[in-house]
């Protein structure tokens, strides 16, 4: 009987492209992929624990499996990720959820195979975590979910320590891939059919810092734009501090590079900033925010936002929301702060009552909603290029893609149309969405 395993992926891209790895190395070993749990020979929880809700929800879904487990001994639950990392989550998931049988992290997810051997063979729980990941495993294949866009990783780990953030002590050390094995991989998926590459790092403009030579994020990305058959190539994170001219520069010259960055800038009041150790201020970020957009006039810039940092008050919100005013985002994560063990701002006495913090936020959305929905007003009548990705859930005749400033596009046809590019006229405009019908 074929063997089946589902994988439930939580977090980033980084964690979405780890769950590829693992998808491909399993499907080599003769799984097959099942979405129902009570089908599954094996199912791994891929987690991340960057805020408590993502952590709570991977405890709950355990929690649910003790029958499942009871009834089928033979089924195989793996943890793996982020939370992996963390001795205290750990130690949570030996000690109450006893049924799981293997944990790993995030730098040895090429050891699956062996690691479900070993169980198998032993019987026992597996516990398999590099705590100081600094080597890099390249090619390790994996099962990509389109055949038309992909994530490369490009590099791995932060240095930047960001006082709220426990992603520095879960992904190890910053550490970037050698450029000559990423254009490798791009080369290849270029040759598959892949039209769209997103590279991901948690600050991609720190890249090649690493390596023992000269090589910037800029170098990258002009190299990228040579491969026949890429079209679009996006990217993912940037900090502001390392956003550097020539990058810039790169982006407006380079034809392939979209008119979309997504620029994390956390904060407002450049006090919290500073606590939060983001090494800019407010005025530094809008001028950056200003030297962009004279650079590359049609680009959507997109941020990450957290409200409720240790110590914000009433004043400090104010200069997010004049902030984001300013700036006319096209559109934002917005995040309320969660403490994390094992961080600097986990520490501090001056925490934000739960409930200050959820009425800042919804604040902030209701500050931000107008914005979204005037900026995609530029698109109304408009004709836009728009790389077909699926058909809508709800409705099979309603394709959906995405422009190159990144807007997700709805819009009537065939399905046979997913993985092309198409124009389409823009019509009906919404906060989150454009709507319109395909002209060619
Ligand atoms: N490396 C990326 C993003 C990493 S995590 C960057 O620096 O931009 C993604 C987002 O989660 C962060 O940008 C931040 O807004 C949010 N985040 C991280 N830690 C958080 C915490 N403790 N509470 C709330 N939001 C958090
Ligand atoms: Fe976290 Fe800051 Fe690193 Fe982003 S840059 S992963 S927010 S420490
Ligand atoms: Fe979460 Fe780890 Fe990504 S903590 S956000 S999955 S790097």
């Known amino acids: 009987m074929t063997k089946k395993y589902t994988i439930v992926t939580y977090g980033c891209q980084m964690n979405e492209h780890d769950s590829e790895k693992m998808s491909w190395l399993l499907e080599n070993m003769g799984y097959k992929p099942t979405e129902n749990k009570n089908d599954a020979n094996i199912i791994i929880y891929n987690t991340c624990i960057v805020r408590e809700n993502a952590e709570l929800k991977v405890y709950g879904q355990l929690g649910s ?54 169980h198998n063979q032993t019987g026992e729980t597996i516990v398999d975590v590099v705590e100081d990941n600094r080597e890099i495993v390249e090619d390790i294949s994996s099962n990509r979910k389109y055949t038309f866009k992909a994530f490369v990783d490009i590099m791995y780990g932060c240095n930047n320590f960001c006082t709220y953030c426990i992603v520095p002590y879960t992904r190890g050390r910053e550490r970037s891939r050698d450029p000559k094995s990423i254009i490798r991989e791009i080369d290849q998926l270029a040759q598959d059919g892949c039209k769209e590459v997103t590279l991901l790092g948690q600050n991609v403009n720190s890249y090649g810092k690493t390596l023992d030579y000269h090589f910037t994020f800029a170098d990258l990305l002009t190299e990228v734009n040579k491969i026949d058959g890429i079209e679009r190539i996006r990217f993912m994170t940037s900090h502001p501090k390392d956003l550097s001219d020539d990058l810039i520069a790169a982006m407006a010259q380079l034809d392939k590079v979209c ?76 995040f309320l702060y969660s403490k994390r063990e094992g961080t600097i701002a986990a520490k501090k006495e001056n925490q934000v009552p739960d409930e200050v913090k959820h009425e800042r936020f919804q604040r902030l959305l209701d500050t931000m909603y107008p914005i979204f929905y005037e900026n ?45 590019f198409v124009s389409i006229k823009i019509t009906e405009i919404k906060t989150f969405t454009l709507e319109g019908f395909i002209i060619q």
């Open 65 to 118: 499996l003790k029958d499942l487990k009871r009834k089928k001994p033979d089924l195989i639950i793996a943890v793996c990720g982020c939370m992996m990392q963390t001795e205290t989550a750990r130690n949570v998931v030996l000690d109450k959820y006893k049924h799981v049988d293997i944990i790993f992290g995030t730098s040895n997810i090429h050891k699956l195979p062996q690691l479900i051997d070993r």
């Open 376 to 420: 995609n007003m530029k698109y109304q009548n408009k004709v836009v290029e728009v790389l077909v990705e699926e058909v809508s859930k709800n409705n099979k005749d309603i394709l959906s893609g995405r422009t190159r400033t990144g807007k997700l596009v709805h819009f009537q046809g065939d399905k046979d149309l997913i993985g092309k």
């Open 259 to 334: 008119e979309h960055l997504h620029l994390p800038v956390q904060a407002g009041s450049s006090r919290i900033l500073k606590a939060m150790n983001r090494k800019y201020t407010k005025e530094d970020y809008l001028k950056l925010v200003e030297k962009i957009k004279r650079a590359i006039p049609d680009i959507a810039i997109t941020t990450d936002l957290i409200v409720g940092f240790p110590g914000e008050t009433e004043e400090d919100f104010q200069e997010t929301l004049d902030l984001v005013k300013r700036v006319r985002y096209d559109s934002a994560f917005t």
